[in-house]
């Protein structure tokens, strides 16, 4: 009998073959050049072939412009989307293979995604449905070890996870393509130039954000006051704290002053602290703490993390977990690690003392554990893949180690009817600390103060201060954020986030802010359409499709318990349709300024011809022909800033995968002596051809949505390095439509 085992990628396919085959696993490449592994054995031969993701998506079924659309079908990807051209051949190897097998084994990752991936390609191959010679590997590593103790040991197929994924993304399509329609059409009344969108978790994740903009747009702040005095070369605070009643403040200044030749320490408290280690990671405190000491983005983070399991050097990082199971075999990996040079030290310690019983925290997932080095010696990595090993191996072997020891001290001193307290801090032994480097205690020591002993003041200080409005989330923080409220899953935060910024709805690098067109947006939707960013609407379907996980609820009842609520929101939308447009359009309009025009002072604007392209003009047309060229598929920023050469505004552009960059407007500006031309002038007359055409009907002012056909690059930077074939760059999913 021969068989056929789906990767989800080339490079476990890789993987999986030299761990079943070793040197007997022949490399193959079918017609359209996609490797593939065969094994020969007495029993029949054994294919593994990769995916690239997914090569399945979610379609309308019929083609009705409008909405509500409610019939969904899978579709191959190929035929859905340019992007996914890529798939097709992937697919095509598969079919070609799957005509000389019997049986079929899904090896996708382990998760919800990878369950939909290999069963959709399974369901294809097998006439379009799902029988008995199907099973599934479950693997948290890609070593040679734990693929064979997978392939032994094979399961049922995970029909509960399938259906669950099928009816998330069903409801994601569903949801982001019927409100994205509607708000497009309330707003552009019909034209489909510029589409809007909003989906069941984007609209959640943004009113977050927008509230918190809110709160931070309403503080004020309020004034108070906090005294201070030094001796000995200590900073003491007074124990009253933040003080908003200026005459207690002073007061208590003055009545410091007065006494400060009488201080005395009244008390004096040392003890020791145990301080256990952190808990291993699971994925959302491995984006938190990268973010935080590397400056990753999560969705680095989560890309290098992936990576590294694929290369067999750390296990699956999609989990929640914070369990470190013993039959992962933690001494022997333990061991291993103590002969790389680089942790031979550490790792040995915990070998020679036997420490082989690990701090978990509270975390669970059923899937997988918390993220761990395999102990396989890593080859070649790249700089982001060892920054990030070295932190994920770390706080592994820093959960077996002793706990660390903290001496604190606080000093307590009176200076007449006022109390003034000062903490210190002490490593007495590093423990954990030791193995983890990224985490720090702050030591802070203090003189040896004696209780009764008189203290020489030499300072005291009355500090004006305001209070601060609430931070903006950063990125990670968000993640956290997201995953307290349940709202999307472990895999998907990342990207969700990633989307709000593409929609333009973000800007800003290590904090948060909602742009103008972000808070339109919101804005108009919580006034006329609650529910849409509402994250209770998206936690009740979050937790239905986790029942349907446990076999708890069926997929045809979710899905409709969604097209029903789906259809509520709708109704609501349309009732306050005029509303919101009217709401929508000022935002807008308001959000696609740029900045003044040096000809006729007159507001500069983001328009779109008729074409999509995207250029600036002068609002006061056509008295005034002012146009500028933009790069196209960018999001642009205005800065505030004006070029003192050309006095042209600066904007921020900011492209998917570069590295955003300001400019002035002006091509031809002093400030672009040294740019490459990409024909600019040839842009600006086409832009003012547009201008005159669009005279009769002027095109919406509004910051423009991404184009995915943009061919031509306005004069911007230099080029970008050029990127691998689309075939090499898969990511693990293609992108719902607008969740």
Known sequence: MNTLIIAEKPSVANRIAAALGGSAAKRK???????????????????????VGHLFTIRQSGKERGYPVLNVEWAPSHEVGKKSDHTKAYLDTLKNIANKCQKFVNACDFDIEGTVIGTNIIKELNSGKLKDNVTRMKFSTTTEEDIKESYEHQMPLDINNFSAGEARHMLDWLWGINLSRALTYAVHGGSTREMLSIGRVQGPSLAILAERENEITKFVSKPFWRIFMNAHEVEFANTKGDIFDKSVATKAFKETEAHKQDAVVEEVELREQQVHPYPPFDLTALQLEASRTLRYDPSVTLSVAQSLYEKGYTSYPRTSSQKLPASLGLPKIISALAKNPQYSDIAGKLVSKKRFKPLEGAKEDAAHPAIFPTGVLPGAMSQYEAKLYDMIVRRFLACFAEHATVARARVVVVVGSEKYSANGSRIVTPGWLEYYTYAKIDERMLPDFKKGAKVNVSKVEMK?????????????????????????????????????????????????????????????????VSMIVDENTTRKLEE???KISAGKMKEEEVIDEGKKMLLEAIAQFDKNKEQLAVSMRKGLKESSIIGKCPKDGGDLVIRRSKMGKQFVACNNYPKCTQTYSLPQGALIIPTGVVCEHCHTPFIKVIRRGMRPFEMDLDSTCITKKNWKSYGENKQRAADKEALEKSAEKPAEETVAAEKPKAKKRAAVKPKAPAKKPAAKRAKKTEEPPMI
Request: hydrophobic content about 35%; glycine content about 8%.
């Open 29 to 51: 490449e079918s017609p359209d050049g996609i490797g593939y592994y065969e094994i020969t054995t007495k029993e029949g031969a054994t294919y593994i072939a990769a995916a």
């Open 464 to 528: 004006d201060l305001e209070t601060q409005p609430p931070k903006r989330y950063t990125k990670a923080g968000l993640i956290s954020e997201l995953e307290k409220r349940d709202i999307g899953t472990k895999a998907t935060r990342a990207q969700i986030i990633d989307t709000l910024f593409r929609r333009r709805y973000l800007e800003g690098q290590s904090n948060i802010m909602v742009t103008k067109f972000g808070m339109s947006v919101f804005d108009a939707l919580s006034k006329n």
């Open 544 to 546: 239905d499709m986790e």
